[in-house]
Structure formats: structure tokens, C-alpha cells
């Protein structure tokens, strides 16, 4: 034996030692093996009911803990006392807890938003300045694809916290077209010719009507908003070709969109600007 | 059937095109051209604006060889072209919302039969045993949603020309199918008909003698309780039309709740 070290490492290799750790390791493979099986079943009964998220997420649950159980029930047959252990873990919990506030909010936060569903995978979301597709709904964050084609991580407590929008909960979209007229333009010839171009293209949904708002007499020009609908998947298309449309038709009827005016004047108290006319050059 | 002729009804049927030479067809606002030859068939067609276009071409074979750059062409190809192409007439892949130019009114115990012409879609067929090749509209209506919010219903076309109640003014359109439908009051306040949805995937076509296609009579009851009942699909055309034809069975077939899901937001309320 080791002078200086009281141990006696024979003390470790008893026969009743070696027949507990024998029990310990019994008793692990088997937890382990028990903890897959009702995992697997439990998750195998719940499939038709629970999403893939969800599904996933039970199964990891029942296996850890009935492989923590079975940890500790081999930790026993080792002769550990547990209440020491447990009071341990205790204090570490706390220790643990408030150091991952931040990963437990948004744990927390993620079970909610599954159970709430105000998206799912597939959708496309726009959380403040990021639009994408859902990948995935993890447990801590969601993932999303941007349509150039980069990879967003979002937390799952934004999302809580935050204004999420759901671009691709409805199967049908407005589109709110701004258009503005010189102000020599009769609005009522301009209405039907909207009107028009809204109903040949066959992308523009007849119903809901479109709608024609007149929104102010703008600085240049006569503002007015010109809503039409589309399916969802169409909308682009359409609000692409709508806009091509409708300059074609105002350019066949000889409507103006005029650029931006800005008027000058001297006023009363100032002198007029002077003119000088120039003659055009013989052709 | 399989000549070249110009101006007849039928456009519909069995063609015979020679290798290497090409058929043109003019249905209504839809030009369509078919080229055959050894190892391919190519498909190319052109829409004109005007639903109620009715010019009506048959030229099988057509003289003049086809250019590569043809308007829309799709090329399907085969081991060996065999000779016989078929040009089946088929109802709308999605139904028909018809808004009546002027919403009428039917007083309690009144019925009415309108009468409403869809667009047909040309379904083309080649090879032994025929295939389906390709599917195009005469003339591609406008979408529009029938439902009860924006949040659900149901995307369809709009049907834009009006209902007519007289049979003796519609004239014969080889291109566009006609229904009659039947509304039918039993309740005790009147019935505003503003918007009817026919339900085409579930309808079927039928030939009449003249030439013009039409779908089954459709009815509408809305019964004393003041409820509406189902959409009822009859087994063929008006009594008036002899012996139809049957040209193509519906796409889909209707099931007990589809029908009266349809029905529930078939007439406009308010």
C-alpha cells in the first residue's frame, strides 16, 4: 500500500463491492433499455394526435427521465446515499436556475407557442425586420429561411414578447396599390379605367370587389389607393403585372403620372423673376 | 369526322393527322395548333381576350408547317407517334361563381330556371391507348373567392357573362357549356338571388343535337323552414334537349358534405 495515502484500494474490489457495481451497471443497462422502449411506445400511441415537434420532444422527455431514475437507482446500488446527493442537486438547481433564466424563459415560451400554433413549420413570419420561412420550431428558438436565402435563429421569448406577423395564415391577400394623377385628370375616367385593368386580369380576384380610395390632394399630384386581391400565392405576380397594367393603360388613355412639381413664386413684395425667351433654333 | 372542314359544329372528336403535318382548330376565343411528327407531338395555342369569341375553324391537316417559336407550346414525346388525336371538351377545374347582372328576386312559392354559360377547357388526347396530354381553357376567366370571409372559402372563376331566363335567345356556342338552374322558393319571404356557385368539378358534359354542350340541370331549393337545402345535381340536360350524349364525366365525385358546404355559402345573403 501507498505509505502516505491512508487507502486501501483492495477496499474497492471486495466481493460485495464488486457485486454492486455489478448490480449498478444491471441496473443502468437495463434503465437504459426500459427508458427507449417506453419512449418509443408512448411516442408510437401519441403520433396521430402530436405534431412531429411534439412527438419528438415527448420522447426525449420519458427517455432522460426514466434514465435519470435509473441512474440514480444505480448510484444506490453503488451506496451512495441519495438524500445527500439530492439536497446537493438541490442547491445546484437554484445555482443553475438563475444563471439560465434566459434558456428557461425561452423553453417555457417554446411550450407555449406550440400549444398556441400562432404559426407552424411552413409559414412565412415576420418578426421585426426579418421575414422568413419556419424550418423549425426547436425548444429554445425558432429557425427561419429568408427569402435570401440566409438562416435566422429567434428565440423563443422574442416571439412571445414581440409582434409576430403570420404572412401565410390567409388564403387571400390585398394588395394596396398607391397611384397618383396630375390634377388635370378627371378621377371618374381614371376609376373606370382601375376598374378595368383590375378586371382583365384574370390573377385579380373579381370578389372581394376591388377598392378605390381617394386618399388627399398630394403635393404633385391626386393621390388615391387602389386595393385589389389576390391568392396568396399570386400575390406578387399579380401586384408586379397590376402595376405594369395600369401605366400601360393610363399611358393608352393619355393619363398623366406626373413627377414631382415644385412651384415657385416671388410674392407680392418681391420683384418677378426675370424672362428671357429664347427663339428655337431654324431646323 | 376526321376531314378538314371549316365552320362545323363538332369541333370536339377522333382527328387523324399524317406525320410530319399539323392540325389548327379555332374554338371560340382559343387558336389552337397541333403538330405531329415522328417522335413528337407539340401543342401550341393562343387566347384572344373576348370570352364570347365565336369563331369556330377546323383545318385538319393544315398545309402549313409549324416554326419552332409557337406561342405556348409544350412538346410531349414518344417512341412512335401513332396518327389518332382526340379533342375532348371538358367543365371548368375549379367552379363558377355567376353573378347575375341584376340580382332578382323570387316571391314565396315562386321557381325560375336561368340559364348560364360556362367556358370549356379542350382537354387533348394522343397515343394507343390515349393518353392525356394537355389541358387548356378556351378562355381563362378571372379569379375570384366565394366563401363567407376572406379568412375561408373557396377559390373559383368568375363567370362574367349574365344569366338569361329565355332558352329561345341563346345562341349556339360550340365553345361554352350551358346549365340550367332551377331556384325553387318555399319559404315564406322572398329570395334574393345575388350569387350562385355551380359546382363544375362535379358536373358533367352531354352533347345536344345542334351542337351545344350541356351540363346536368341544377337545382336550388330553399325550403319552408327558410333554410337552404342541398345543391341538387339532376341526371342530365332539359327534357327539351334529345337524346344527349354524355361527352365527359365529372373530375371529381361529389360527396354528401362537399355538396352541402358548397350550398351553404351558394347563395349570397344580404
Given at each position: 500500500m501507498l505509505g502516505f495515502i491512508d487507502l486501501d484500494v483492495g477496499e474497492y474490489f471486495t466481493t460485495d463491492r464488486l457485486a454492486g457495481y455489478l448490480r449498478a451497471v444491471i441496473v443502468l443497462i437495463l434503465g437504459w433499455m426500459i427508458a427507449k422502449l417506453v419512449s418509443g411506445a408512448v411516442v408510437r400511441v401519441v403520433k396521430m394526435r402530436a405534431t412531429a415537434q411534439g412527438a419528438m420532444l415527448l420522447r426525449r422527455l420519458i427517455f432522460y427521465s426514466l434514465l435519470a431514475l435509473a441512474a440514480m437507482m444505480a448510484l444506490n446500488q453503488l451506496g451512495f446515499h441519495l438524500g445527500v446527493l439530492l439536497g446537493a442537486a438541490g442547491v445546484l438547481t437554484v445555482a443553475i436556475g438563475f444563471a439560465s433564466q434566459t434558456s428557461a424563459s425561452n423553453f417555457i415560451s417554446g411550450l407555449f407557442l406550440i400549444a398556441e400554433r400562432p404559426f407552424v413549420v411552413g409559414n412565412v413570419i415576420k418578426v421585426a425586420d426579418v421575414t422568413g420561412e419556419v424550418l423549425t420550431i426547436d425548444l429554445l428558438s425558432v429557425k427561419l429561411r429568408t427569402f435570401d436565402n440566409l438562416y435566422v435563429r429567434i428565440p423563443n421569448e422574442t416571439i412571445i414578447k414581440s409582434q409576430v406577423t403570420?404572412?401565410?395564415?390567409?388564403p387571400i391577400r390585398r394588395a394596396d396599390l398607391q397611384v397618383g394623377v396630375a390634377y388635370k385628370e378627371d378621377l371618374e375616367k381614371v376609376r373606370e379605367i382601375l376598374f378595368a385593368v383590375a378586371d382583365k386580369n384574370?390573377?385579380?380576384?373579381?370578389?372581394?370587389k376591388p377598392l378605390f380610395i381617394f386618399t388627399g390632394y398630394g403635393d404633385s399630384a391626386l393621390q388615391m389607393q387602389f386595393s385589389v386581391w389576390a391568392k396568396r400565392e399570386n400575390w406578387l405576380e399579380m401586384r408586379n403585372h397590376i402595376y405594369l397594367e395600369i401605366k400601360a393603360a393610363f399611358d393608352e388613355h393619355g393619363i398623366e403620372i406626373p413627377f414631382p412639381h415644385l412651384s415657385f413664386y416671388t410674392g407680392s413684395v418681391t420683384e418677378p423673376f426675370p424672362v428671357r425667351v429664347v427663339q428655337e433654333p431654324e431646323q | 369526322m376526321d376531314e378538314s372542314k371549316a365552320?362545323?359544329?363538332?369541333?370536339w372528336g377522333k382527328y387523324t393527322i399524317p406525320e410530319d403535318e399539323a392540325g389548327h382548330w379555332r374554338i371560340g376565343p382559343l387558336d389552337l395548333w397541333v403538330y405531329r411528327s415522328r417522335h413528337e407531338w407539340r401543342i401550341a395555342s393562343e387566347n384572344s381576350d373576348?370570352?364570347?369569341?365565336?369563331g369556330l375553324l377546323v383545318q385538319v391537316p393544315l398545309a402549313k408547317d409549324l416554326s419552332?417559336?409557337?406561342?405556348?407550346a409544350h412538346r410531349f414525346g414518344f417512341r412512335k407517334t401513332k396518327g389518332t388525336l382526340l379533342l375532348v371538351p371538358t367543365l371548368a377545374d375549379r367552379s363558377i361563381v355567376i353573378n347575375p347582372a341584376t340580382p332578382f328576386s323570387l316571391l314565396p312559392d315562386e321557381e325560375l330556371t336561368i340559364y348560364v354559360s360556362t367556358a370549356l377547357w379542350v382537354k387533348i388526347r394522343a397515343g394507343e391507348p390515349p393518353h392525356d396530354l394537355l389541358e387548356i381553357p378556351t378562355y381563362r376567366p378571372s379569379d375570384t373567392w366565394f366563401g363567407p370571409s376572406t379568412r375561408e372559402g373557396e377559390l373559383c372563376y368568375a363567370g362574367k357573362t349574365g344569366a338569361r331566363q329565355?332558352?329561345?335567345?341563346?345562341p349556339i356556342r360550340p365553345h361554352r357549356a350551358l346549365s340550367a338552374v332551377r331556384v325553387r322558393n318555399l319559404a315564406n319571404s322572398n329570395l334574393s338571388v345575388e350569387r350562385l356557385k355551380l359546382p363544375m368539378p362535379h358536373m358533367s358534359l352531354f352533347a345536344a343535337g345542334g351542337g351545344q354542350l350541356w351540363t346536368e340541370t341544377v337545382t336550388l331549393q330553399r325550403e319552408q323552414d327558410g333554410e337552404l337545402a342541398a345543391l341538387q345535381l339532376g341526371?342530365?340536360?332539359?327534357?327539351?334537349?334529345?337524346k344527349p350524349s354524355l361527352i365527359s364525366g365529372p373530375r371529381e365525385q361529389p360527396t354528401k358534405g362537399l355538396l352541402i358546404r358548397a350550398f351553404g355559402g351558394l347563395i349570397g345573403r344580404e
Open positions: 403570420n404572412m401565410t395564415h390567409f384574370p390573377l385579380c380576384l373579381d370578389e372581394p | 365552320e362545323k359544329p363538332f369541333w373576348d370570352p364570347l369569341d365565336g419552332e417559336d409557337q406561342p405556348n329565355q332558352l329561345e335567345n341563346l341526371k342530365k340536360p332539359p327534357s327539351m334537349i334529345t
